[in-house]
């Protein structure tokens, strides 16, 4: 009898230990299996930590191998210059991702979602080792190749009296000769004034009125672009832009506000340094007196202390080009060509 | 011993006949089911911009009419947040800078809330909002039956005290 | 009264004197509560995808409030992990006394000054102040939870028994405070069959089982309060005189023995927190969840300091001042303070139906986290059972305010008849129903308070 219960005794002894530690210890262990499978990189918003770890390394042609985890709100993944779509990263939920990097270099990767008003700190670097070949040389982007200081003023005295349009600038069928305003370069390098005023200058163009002029700039800036390249920008503008320079364009976004009426040293705060405004892309004062040329070095280079980011790594140069060209049509009507 | 007597009076539980019962039964059917007509208005189109923010709504509490079509422009502020409306189980997701349009007819009446449908924190669970659409009938039947349930049990007493 | 003896039926007697099917439960139980300390502190700090936070909040939460303590009372404390470790060292066994005097510990006696439910009314109550953070936060919920065995283990080495249980546990007081209402009780057949039982193996143990861990004599019990349901003396009885009965629920509430001022604060803390969270926590207030979130903050203070004067002063406050307008109006100059103590228990079936009607709040609508939960404990990826992924879904949205109005209302017509019954006990021969009206009407306000606040 009392051996019998004392067997008993140790059989459910024994049935507890495996059944209460058994358990625990099953899934540290599968735990330490599963490393072996990928590298965690945690997502945080960026006052928390932003990437973990922010460094990767991988060979050139090895697969890279991520399990990416957020541990507070949805986050996004996407490496700079590529093409590839952005993977979310929702909280709680592993995404896994693996990159395979043909060309040894410097990668950025970012996340794609805005977690604050930092989100767009949030990014770290990929290093790809191999035998580098060429040596990379990249062309230096136009607002260097043609002078063009990004910081200096350029509002210009413009009065419109209705928004031009590309459409009734077509319909006005003016010839403007092809080596005066239809090569690239010169589109880039000029502003929609400095073209207005050269229009205005033309013998042809003293018979029309100002508002024509201007719809003929709508049209010839038009005649730059693509629908396609439009509606990219307008997708990449309210991923990356609208939150701070607004849906409309106004400068209004809804992080537009931590410097609206706040005085600078209490705006500081949340970005870590003294912000400004963001730019109003429908103010014709001040986006009439602006080449593309500026626009795109804007954009690649950043606010240099404003608040806006730069984003020469994360966009390829199509993608900077086609925000340049959504941005128009804060100012033109009709621009797309159809 | 008057534990004891006590402890017999109470093995009674309901003291009144069951024409009490039935009539409380009548008045509790009639304020469960009788028919308030809402003031009639006519339908319209409304839309009502909501600001997200962890961890609450901007405005918190919307009215609308029944039959209204009702856009909620949902904006967040900070990070991802996303929009679920109990009852009519609804929901849309909304990104800074990217505005969010929940539309649908406000055919059900009553007080429904919205929560948040994307993990934005500590407190995402409790990120509550209320929509109203025409006057809370569900709050008023149960005030009623809250001022009835307590008429009722103090008033089924009465007999009681005459046995005793 | 009518009662049924449960015993009655063999299976039950098997699966409830046997001691296999309660270890593997506790067991079972123990091993799910350390994967929550587990969970809480390696795992993901998402709370809505941690095992810790859905287990315990959703899963545990809503099996205790809604099914355990309404139908079994005490029932969860018959396996609850966290005073396991303790009691099986004390012991020094697992499955059934062997020998006497094995075990460990001092089995000091508790002091008889902190022989009340005072310690758990604070115990809960700061578990109550720092409760937004503990039930969203996995890391802060894996403290508290390896901090309540830690203590439980620490308390059965000093002290007798389940000191813990009865003394300590946060959760302990309310369970018994809202056992009372349970249909089910264990009680003894017949008091004279204990009366000449010379021993009494059911408080000091013999071979079958254990002394009543919750150190009660089953032969005086009138309450299930401190009854633990564990079943020990069930084990331990030689005349078979332990009866499990299936009863009119709620009958405790009438027994006029056993009413104490601790468990009457006990109801107003319970009811009190229970309309707090569904204003912090229910209502579209964010500043106020910020506040109750940010502990230590200068706004978290005035929350704190708003939640204590509204449980323990207002709700109270107002309640004595209603008592003792009765009281005034009652032959035979009763004490306002006792009447206050004897018609607080009244307030047990409406502040249960409180809780109810808040948890369906959360519960139905986040529930659907468990099944992503379960098959990604840690949210490492894993996919035990292929719903990891599965996206969260409110469940009954339409219906749940309709449930929750109906849950009050029953709680308040409950709490009514008992308010009449009370206030006929000693004053029988005079009884006048609408005697009782400033508690009535308070039962009321507060059940309306509830209503806008959950359903409105």
Same mark, same amino acid.
């Given at each position: ?10 059989i459910a002894r024994?049935l507890?230990l ?6 625990s210890a099953?899934?540290? !262990?599968s ?5 072996s ?6 997502a945080r918003?960026?006052?928390?930590g ?7 390394n ?6 890279l ?5 957020s541990?507070d709100?949805v ?10 779509p952005p993977?979310d990263?929702l909280p709680?939920?592993?995404?896994e991702?693996s ?5 040894p ?7 794609t979602r805005?977690?604050?008003?930092n ?5 770290? *670097?990929?290093e ?10 990249s ?6 190749t ?13 009065d419109?009296?209705?928004r031009?349009?590309?459409k009734r600038?077509?319909a ?5 000769s092809?080596?005066?305003?239809l090569?690239h ?8 004034y400095?073209?207005?005023?050269a229009?205005?200058g ?6 029309l ?5 201007w719809?003929?700039?709508?049209w ?5 672009? *693509?629908s396609?390249?439009i509606? *990219? ?5 309210a ?13 209004n976004?809804?992080f !537009?506000?931590?410097?609206e009426?706040?005085t600078? !040293?209490?705006s500081?705060s ?6 400004v405004a ?5 103010d014709?004062?001040h986006?009439?007196g ?6 795109h070095?804007?954009i690649?280079r950043g ?6 980011p730069?984003?020469?790594q994360?966009?390829t ?5 086609a ?8 100012q033109?009507l009709?621009?797309?060509k159809? | 011993?008057?534990?004891k007597?006590t402890?017999?009076?109470i093995i009674?539980?309901?003291?009144r006949q069951?024409w009490?019962?039935?009539?409380? /039964?009548?008045?509790?059917? /009639? ?14 189109e409304?839309t009502l ?6 961890f609450?709504?901007t ?6 009419n029944?039959g209204d079509l009702?856009?909620i422009?949902?904006?967040s502020t900070d ?5 679920y409306?109990?009852?009519?189980d ?17 055919d ?15 407190l995402?669970p ?9 006057p ?5 039947? /149960?005030?009623g039956?809250?001022v009835?349930?307590a ?9 009681w005290?005459?046995?005793? | 009264?009518?009662?049924? =003896? ?13 001691r &296999?099917?309660q ?6 139980a123990?091993?799910?509560?350390l994967?929550?300390i587990?969970?809480g ?9 941690n ?7 959703i899963a ?10 309404p139908?079994f ?7 609850c992990?966290?005073?396991i470790?303790?009691?099986w ?8 006394p062997?020998?006497?005097k094995s ?6 006696r508790?002091p008889?000054?902190f022989? =009340?439910?005072?310690l758990?009314?604070?115990?809960f109550?700061v ?18 939870l390896l901090?309540l ?6 308390t ?8 813990f %249980? ?6 302990g007081?309310f ?8 249909p ?6 017949d008091?004279s ?7 009494k193996?059911c408080?000091?143990?013999n071979?079958d089982?254990?002394?009543c ?11 299930n309060?401190n009854?633990?349901?564990?079943m020990? %003396?069930?084990?331990?009885c030689p005349y ?5 009965n299936?009863?009119p629920p709620?009958?405790d509430?009438l027994?006029?023995?056993g009413r104490?001022?601790?468990e009457a604060f006990?109801?107003?803390i319970?009811l009190?927190s ?12 964010g500043a106020l ?5 940010a502990v230590?903050s ?9 939640f204590?004067?509204?449980?323990y002063l207002?709700?109270?406050?107002i309640f ?12 035979g100059?009763r004490?306002?303070?006792?009447m ?5 228990y009244?307030l047990?079936?409406l ?5 109810i ?6 519960i139905?609508t986040n529930v659907?986290y ?8 840690f949210?490492?990826?894993?996919n035990?059972?292929?719903a ?7 469940y ?5 305010p309709?449930?929750?109005?109906l ?10 008849t ?5 206030s006929?006990?000693r004053?029988?021969s005079?009884?006048?129903? &609408? ?5 009535v009407?308070y039962?009321?306000?507060v059940?309306?308070g ?7």
């Amino acid at each position: 009898m009392a051996t019998r219960r004392i067997r008993a005794e140790w059989i459910a002894r024994m049935l507890v230990l495996v059944l209460v530690f058994g358990l625990s210890a099953m899934a540290l !262990a599968s735990r330490w299996i599963n490393r072996s499978q990928g590298i965690d990189v945690h997502a945080r918003m960026p006052e928390a930590g932003g990437w973990s770890p922010t460094i990767l390394n991988v060979d050139v042609g090895e697969p890279l191998n991520l399990r990416l985890i957020s541990d507070d709100v949805v986050h996004g993944f996407a490496v700079g210059q590529s093409n590839q779509p952005p993977v979310d990263i929702l909280p709680g939920k592993v995404a896994e991702v693996s990159l395979t990097f043909d060309d040894p270099g410097t990668y950025t990767f970012f996340c794609t979602r805005w977690c604050g008003p930092n989100h767009w700190r949030m990014r770290g *670097t990929i290093e790809v080792n191999g035998p580098l070949d060429i040596p990379e040389t990249s062309d230096p982007p136009p607002y260097l190749t043609l002078g063009i200081d990004l910081d200096s003023p350029h509002e210009v005295p413009v009065d419109l009296v209705r928004r031009p349009s590309a459409k009734r600038g077509a319909a006005l069928d003016f010839d403007i000769s092809e080596e005066d305003y239809l090569t690239h370069d010169h589109y880039l390098s000029l502003s929609p004034y400095d073209t207005w005023l050269a229009v205005k200058g033309l013998p042809e163009g003293s018979q029309l009125s100002d508002s024509e002029i201007w719809d003929i700039v709508a049209w010839r800036w038009a005649s730059n672009t *693509t629908s396609e390249a439009i509606s *990219t920008g307008e997708e990449l503008y309210a991923q990356n832009c609208a939150a701070c320079h607004g849906q409309t364009g106004k400068g209004n976004g809804v992080f !537009a506000r931590l410097v609206e009426g706040d005085t600078p !040293a209490d705006s500081s705060s949340d970005f870590g340094h003294k912000i400004v405004a963001p730019t109003d892309f429908t103010d014709p004062i001040h986006m009439l007196g602006a080449a593309p040329a500026r626009l795109h070095g804007k954009i690649l280079r950043g606010g240099m202390g404003t608040g806006m980011p730069s984003w020469g790594q994360i966009f390829t140069e199509d993608q900077i080009w086609a925000i340049v060209d959504y941005l128009w049509t804060f100012q033109f009507l009709n621009t797309n060509k159809e | 011993m008057r534990h004891k007597q006590t402890r017999k009076q109470i093995i009674e539980i309901f003291p009144r006949q069951s024409w009490f019962w039935s009539l409380i /039964g009548v008045v509790s059917l /009639g304020i469960v089911f009788v028919p308030i007509p809402s003031t009639f208005s006519q339908p319209v189109e409304k839309t009502l911009r909501v600001e997200a923010s962890t961890f609450e709504f901007t405005p918190a509490v919307l009215s609308v009419n029944p039959g209204d079509l009702v856009t909620i422009e949902l904006n967040s502020t900070d990070v991802v947040h996303g929009l679920y409306l109990d009852g009519y189980d609804i929901q849309i997701t909304a990104q800074p800078g990217q505005t969010a349009y929940l539309k649908f007819v406000a055919d059900a009446r009553g007080t429904f809330r919205f929560r948040c449908s994307v993990s934005c924190g500590a407190l995402h669970p409790f990120m509550i909002g209320k929509l109203k659409v025409g006057p809370d009938l569900l709050l008023w039947r /149960g005030v009623g039956m809250a001022v009835l349930a307590a008429l009722a049990a103090v008033w089924s007493f009465h007999s009681w005290s005459a046995i005793t | 009264m009518v009662r049924y =003896n449960l015993i009655q039926i063999p299976v039950l007697r098997t699966l409830l004197t046997n001691r &296999w099917p309660q270890l593997i439960i506790r067991a079972l139980a123990l091993a799910g509560f350390l994967l929550a300390i587990l969970a809480g502190f390696v795992g993901t700090p998402v709370g809505n995808r941690n095992f810790a936070i859905i287990m315990v909040w959703i899963a545990w939460w809503a099996l205790l409030i809604m099914v355990a303590v309404p139908l079994f009372g005490r029932g969860w404390c018959s396996i609850c992990p966290i005073p396991i470790p303790g009691e099986w060292l004390q012991n020094g066994t697992i499955l059934g006394p062997l020998k006497k005097k094995s075990g460990f510990g001092l089995k000091m006696r508790w002091p008889n000054k902190f022989r =009340n439910i005072w310690l758990q009314n604070v115990a809960f109550t700061v578990l109550a102040l720092f409760s937004i953070v503990i039930l969203t936060q996995p890391r802060i919920t894996g403290i508290v939870l390896l901090a309540l065995i830690l203590i439980a283990v620490g308390t059965s080495f000093i002290f007798e028994r389940r000191t813990f %249980c009865r003394y300590l546990c946060p959760v302990g007081g309310f369970i018994g405070l809202y056992s009372q209402v349970s249909p089910i009780e264990v009680r003894v057949r017949d008091t004279s069959v204990c009366a000449g039982h010379k021993v009494k193996t059911c408080y000091t143990g013999n071979e079958d089982g254990y002394g009543c861990p919750w150190g009660i004599f089953p032969g005086g019990m009138v309450k299930n309060t401190n009854c633990g349901t564990c079943m020990e %003396c069930l084990r331990t009885c030689p005349y078979d005189n332990i009866a499990v009965n299936l009863r009119p629920p709620g009958t405790d509430l009438l027994q006029l023995r056993g009413r104490k001022l601790d468990e009457a604060f006990k109801a107003f803390i319970m009811l009190g927190s229970a309309v707090v969270y569904s204003v912090v926590l229910i209502g579209p207030w964010g500043a106020l969840k910020t506040a109750a979130f940010a502990v230590g903050s200068f706004a978290w203070w005035g929350y704190a300091l708003s939640f204590l004067a509204f449980v323990y002063l207002l709700l109270p406050g107002i309640f004595y001042l209603a008592v003792r307008f009765i009281s005034q109006n009652v032959p035979g100059k009763r004490k306002p303070l006792r009447m206050f103590t004897e018609y607080a228990y009244a307030l047990v079936p409406l502040g249960l139906a409180a809780w109810i009607a808040f948890s369906l709040s959360f519960i139905f609508t986040n529930v659907s986290y468990l099944w992503s939960v379960l098959s990604d404990p840690f949210s490492w990826g894993w996919n035990l059972f292929g719903a990891a992924n599965s996206s969260w879904t409110p469940y009954f949205s339409k219906y749940v305010p309709a449930v929750q109005v109906l849950v009050l209302i029953v709680g308040l017509f409950w709490s009514i008849t008992v308010i009449q019954r009370i206030s006929g006990e000693r004053t029988l021969s005079e009884y006048k129903p &609408w005697r009782t009206w400033p508690v009535v009407a308070y039962s009321a306000f507060v059940t309306v308070g509830l209503l806008w606040l959950l359903v409105g």
